[in-house]
């Protein structure tokens, strides 16, 4: 199991924020570059020009920097809906916020953590929180506005939303290379969430 760093700073010596920036950076960059399993804690010491025994005071193992890495990565990027008075508006503001930000990441950068989320049940577990389940907020908040205008039956409906908006965005992204523009964000939100959403009734039709 990982043991997860407590909130707060253990007495002793001040961190230096600007080294312990650099060796998550250099642990993102051989991510990228050799993958999961060939990056180790040593390799990423060399690339940031650190001391192993300072890494492994901080981490303690790969999984814990990779997953410090990537929250500290996506820190400061909380996406809120604006509530435009109807489920299609709610949709175009949210869907084209998410693929803002997903656009400002590196494509390579998220295909290596979902590589190596693959190789480590431990990781994956950890950054699913982060990466997925503090997200559903989003979807939820969304239905739940939409359910009070009579729009939506069910809260089911934000499954939809969870399902399938990642796939459909992360297909294009890593697999078709295709552009994340206008046309696409309307045939996602025209052509297959709002048809499906709008389909699921209430659990007691």
């Known amino acids: ?23 998550l950076d250099a642990a993102l960059e051989l991510l990228v570059e050799v993958g999961y399993e060939r990056m180790s804690m040593v390799a990423v010491a060399a690339r940031a020009r650190a001391s192993k025994a300072t890494i492994y005071r ?21 996406i809120v809906p604006a ?4 489920l299609r508006g709610d949709l175009v503001d949210a869907v084209c916020k ?12 998220i295909a290596g953590v979902l590589l ?33 205008r009579d729009e939506l039956r069910s809260s089911a409906a934000a499954d939809v939303f ?11 992204l890593l697999i078709t290379g295709e552009p994340l523009d206008s046309a696409f964000i309307e045939h ?9 959403m709008t389909s699921v009734r209430a659990e007691d039709d």
Do not use: Y
């Open 1 to 23: 199991m990982i043991s997860l760093p407590p909130c707060g700073r253990s007495p002793g010596r001040p961190r230096d924020d600007a080294r312990e920036q650099a060796i």
């Open 188 to 196: 996602m939100i025209d052509d297959v969430l709002l048809p499906l």
């Open 116 to 148: 190596a989320m693959r190789g480590s049940p431990d990781l994956a577990a950890a950054l699913r929180v982060p990466m997925l389940e503090e997200k559903r907020w989003i979807g939820d908040l969304i239905v739940q506005r939409a359910m009070d």
């Open 162 to 172: 969870h399902e399938l908006m990642p796939a459909l965005l992360f297909s294009r």
């Open 83 to 86: 509530d435009t008075g109807s």
């Open 98 to 109: 998410i693929v803002d930000h997903v656009s400002r990441e590196d494509a390579a950068l």
């Open 58 to 78: 901080r981490w303690a193992n790969k999984d814990e920097l990779v997953i410090e890495a990537v929250r500290r990565r996506s820190g400061g990027a909380d």
